[in-house]
């Protein structure tokens, strides 16, 4: 919570609450529960790994998606019949937060990550 005062050009004075939530990520983007997947680390560098313990058995859509809404990378992995183990070249992307975006003919799910 912050205290804000603002003092208009007659010096008259007006105070007001603001309130700040501030997100922030896990180490380690698991969802392994819902689809045997996870990416690490988290902050990353130029490379974010991309793991899966049993096989997926479908076409796996994975996007990266910068803090203005922008697709800057995507990531297609046909459909395998074994476990995955893939590192995504995130070098070009500009640090801050992004969202991973992970689509399968089945389900979705979105997490973000720290480029840094």
Known sequence: MYFVDVLNE???KNSDTVYVTVNLPIKIIDF???FGMMFYPNPAGDYLSFRTDKPVGEKIIIRIINSIG???HIEIIENTNSSIEKEI???KLKSGVHLIQVNTEKSAASFSFIKQ
């Open 10 to 12: 007659f010096e008259c």
């Open 32 to 34: 392994k529960d819902t």
């Open 70 to 72: 922008k697709v800057s």
């Open 89 to 91: 070249d995130i070098s």
